[in-house]
C-alpha cells in the first residue's frame, strides 16, 4: 500500500501474506460470505503501524468496485489538513502482480475527504 501526496511518498507498507494463525499473530481472515478480507495485526510491532486492513467486495452495486479500510495505530503518518486529497495505491499481491497492473488507485478529490474533529483521522471516499 502506497499513499502519496504532492508527488512524494508519504507511506509505503508491505503487510504480510497468508492466513492469521491465531489470536495474537498478524495475517487474513476471509469472512461475510467470500465477501470482505480482513488483515489484523494485533502484534507490537505492526508493519508501518497499519493495525488493520479490510478489503469489501462492493461489485453488487458497481463492477469491479473495491471498498478499502486501512487502520493505523500508534503511527507517524505525515498528511495534515490541507494535504487532502491523498492518492492511495494497493497491490494484492508482490511485485509481479504490481507489474501485472492487479492493483486499484483511488481517484478522490478534495472534496472527497475530510477529517475528524480531533484531527487524526482522515476518511475519503466517494
Known amino acids: 500500500m502506497i ?17 492469521q494463525g491465531g489470536s495474537n499473530t498478524r495475517g487474513w481472515n476471509l469472512t461475510n460470505q467470500g465477501k470482505t ?16 486492513v479490510q478489503l469489501f467486495d462492493r ?4 463492477a469491479h ?7 493505523g495505530d500508534n503511527g507517524t503518518y ?6 487532502e486529497p491523498v492518492d492511495v495505491s494497493l497491490t494484492i499481491g508482490g511485485q509481479a502482480e504490481a507489474a501485472a497492473g492487479l492493483c486499484t488507485e483511488s481517484d478522490f478529490v478534495a472534496a472527497d475527504c475530510s477529517w475528524n474533529l480531533s484531527r487524526n483521522q482522515l476518511t475519503c471516499k466517494k
Open 65 to 71: 468496485r473495491v471498498e478499502i479500510n486501512i487502520v
Open 78 to 83: 505525515p498528511v495534515v489538513a490541507g494535504d
Open 37 to 52: 478480507w480482513t488483515f489484523n495485526d494485533p502484534t507490537s510491532n505492526p508493519a508501518g503501524a497499519i493495525t488493520k
Open 3 to 19: 499513499v502519496n501526496r504532492l508527488a512524494g511518498t508519504e507511506l509505503d507498507v508491505n503487510v504480510p501474506p497468508g492466513a
Open 59 to 62: 461489485s453488487a452495486t458497481a
